[in-house]
Each structure stands twice: as structure tokens, then as C-alpha cells.
């Protein structure tokens, strides 16, 4: 039996302050881990509902807002957060000067801040995905590459693993990939518990169903692929040590997940590869801003028995994905961690 390890992300929320700054990529990405949380005294349910309901009128504020009007706010946030010189803006220039070595120091920094921006038109983008009607949504999004792809494996009778990098909006992949059918995605309760009520809430407004990152949580995905049917994952996530070989990934060796393999191989599933980058006013025949979707193919050694060669494929797919707009990648998140001499980069300096 393989050991689960992270699959999905989900939201937190961007506070105007240093800590919540430095903290925006583990929010943003929410790296899930298992850890234990202690039964909550009456206090701490107190406090959880407050949070809840805060929460939830920030997102239904947000959601009112027009998508223009909403970016905006979102791309002011990650300004913030870059002219704050905290741990995102640091975490984001380390990433990119292991990336892209052959830019100069204001390129990565002019892609740098880009990136953040966007990081925070994703934030408030989750307002409209989780909480508009489906039928609006579709209207915004369109395919631009690989919709016949897409419209094949769902012909077939294998099953389909759709693969999400921390592209653009990657929420927004499901207003297409649940268009006609529902999905399952991987799920571990979030470090901030109290949000769990409200993300598996939004998440349902698209036909997308969570199943626990455990035996039995993967046991129910494989017997999902075998029946033919869709999963969500997110392929570019640092594993833990067990779960994941070193391969490289933007010529940097990276710790990278199996899981990928091993659920496309035991589930007999193929896997497409799927992003959604974010469009200005003027991109749809209406003249709205909305999201173009492309799927693609990854390398055919995605399939190898080779959990080492499979994962190199992934970390070529992910690098294709990624160069489709590299200023909408989560940047902000530190991939790197984890060293094949063993220790841990520890993202304090550029100079490491």
C-alpha cells in the first residue's frame, strides 16, 4: 500500500499585516500535514464560528464584486505583500533565481512581483468560483487548446486524472472539467480547522466531491478510476520524504511525488494535464474578463513502471504548463524545500 501525501490545495485569507504576509503561501497553498487536532473546548468553538462567519461575508463580499473590480483588489494585495519584503517576496526570488538563472535580477524581480499579484487575484478570484452560479461561470471560460483531448478520455471507459499545477487559477479548472460529470479530489483537513466546514461547502457549488487523503480515502479514488470517472490533483506539491523520488524540475533536483504514477498505473486511468490562466476584459466574444483553459498530454513515460522516470515526466508537463504564463505560477511556494543530501533549504537568503 502507498503512503497518501498532499494532493490539493485550499484557501486562506490575506491579512494586511507581516505575519499574515509571510504566511500567505502556507494559507495559499495550504501544504496539508498529518496533524492531530486536540477536541476544542467551548471557547475555541466560540472563536471557530466567529472565524467562520467572517470568513464567509469576506467571500460574499468579494463575490459581488465585479471580476474586474475584484482582480484589482487582488492584484493590490500581492503588491503588498511584495513591498513588505517579507518571506513571499524572498521564497518567490529564491524560486526563480533556481528557475531561471540565465534572467537578471530585474527580470526576476519584475516576474517576481507579477506573480504575487497574481497569487492574489487567485485569492479573490475563489470568491466568484465558489460562490457564483455555475451557468455565469461557464460563461467566462472557454478551451483554447486540447478540448478534443479532454472530450476523448471522457469518451473512453478508463478513468481520467485531471493534473492541476498552481497555474493561474487552478479552481477555476473545475467549471470545465464538471461540466458534464462530477469529480473527486483528494482532501486532508486544513492546519486552520474551522475552515473545513466552509471549503468543502464552496467546492460543492461544482459537482466535486472530497475524498479523505487516507487508505481509505485512495482506496474509494482507485475504485473511482475503475469505474471510469474524473480525480483532481495537484501534481506539484512537495511530498514528504516516502512519498516522492528526486528528479529535476526546472534543472533544480525536487522532491516529487509518486502518487501521480502510482494512481494512473493501479486505477488503469489516463492523465491529462490542465491549466487555467486568467484573461483581461476584452478575451471572451463578450468583451468580459474570464479564463482560458488548455489540457494537455504529458510525456508518455508518465505511465512507466519506473516511479523515478514517471516522475520526470510529470516535472517536464509541469515545466510545459508553467511556460504557458510563468507570471500566474504560485512562485510563492517553497518547492525546494526538501534536498536530496538531506536538510532543508531554509529560504532565508538569496545567497544560499
Known amino acids: 500500500m502507498f503512503r497518501p501525501q498532499s494532493a490539493y490545495v485550499d484557501w486562506g ?11 500567505l503561501q502556507s494559507i495559499n497553498a495550504l501544504r496539508f500535514h498529518a496533524v492531530s487536532h486536540p477536541q476544542p473546548s467551548n ?23 465585479p471580476l474586474t473590480i475584484n482582480r484589482w483588489l487582488g492584484a493590490q494585495l500581492g503588491q503588498l505583500a511584495w513591498h513588505m519584503n517579507g518571506s513571499l517576496k524572498r ?60 472530450d476523448e478520455a471522457l469518451a473512453s471507459d478508463q478513468g481520467l486524472i485531471i493534473a492541476t499545477p498552481h497555474m493561474g487559477n487552478w479552481e477555476a479548472c473545475n467549471i470545465v472539467i464538471t461540466r458534464n460529470q462530477p469529480m473527486t479530489y483528494l482532501y486532508r483537513t486544513p492546519r486552520a480547522s474551522w475552515l473545513e466546514p466552509l471549503i468543502l461547502k464552496w467546492r460543492a457549488n461544482f459537482d466535486a466531491h472530497p475524498a479523505g487523503l487516507n487508505a481509505r480515502g ?38 516529487s511525488m509518486t502518487l501521480l504514477q502510482k494512481l494512473s498505473n493501479r486505477g488503469q486511468a489516463k492523465v491529462l ?35 523515478t522516470v514517471a516522475a520526470a515526466a510529470m516535472n517536464t508537463a509541469i515545466e510545459q ?3 504557458i504564463n510563468p507570471e500566474q505560477y504560485l512562485w510563492s511556494y517553497k518547492r525546494f524545500s526538501l ?4 536538510g532543508r533549504r531554509r529560504y532565508k537568503s538569496l545567497d544560499q
Open 273 to 307: 494535464f490542465c491549466v487555467c490562466e486568467r484573461k483581461p476584459a476584452g478575451f471572451l466574444p463578450s468583451g468580459k474578463a474570464g479564463w482560458a483553459v488548455s489540457f494537455m498530454e504529458p510525456p508518455p513515460a508518465l505511465y512507466n513502471a519506473d516511479p
Open 218 to 255: 485512495l482506496r474509494e479514488v482507485l475504485q473511482q478510476l475503475k469505474q471510469g470517472n474524473v480525480i483532481g490533483v495537484l501534481p506539484d506539491q512537495e511530498p514528504d520524504l516516502d512519498g516522492g523520488v528526486f528528479v529535476p524540475l526546472f534543472n533544480q533536483p525536487a522532491n
Open 339 to 342: 534536498l536530496p543530501e538531506g
Open 13 to 23: 485569507f490575506f491579512l494586511a499585516s507581516e505575519r499574515a504576509a509571510s504566511h
Open 43 to 65: 471557547s475555541t468553538h466560540s472563536g471557530f464560528s466567529a472565524k467562520r462567519l467572517a470568513a464567509s461575508s469576506c467571500l460574499r463580499m468579494l463575490s459581488w464584486l
Open 91 to 150: 521564497i518567490t526570488l529564491i524560486n526563480l533565481s533556481l528557475c531561471y538563472p540565465e534572467l537578471d535580477k530585474a527580470e526576476r524581480e519584475r516576474l517576481g512581483k507579477a506573480s504575487l499579484m497574481h497569487t492574489g487575484r487567485a485569492l479573490t478570484e475563489s470568491a466568484w468560483v465558489w460562490l457564483k452560479e455555475p451557468a455565469s461561470l461557464r460563461s467566462r471560460t472557454t478551451i483554447v487548446a486540447g478540448e478534443h483531448l479532454f
Open 321 to 323: 504548463c508553467i511556460a
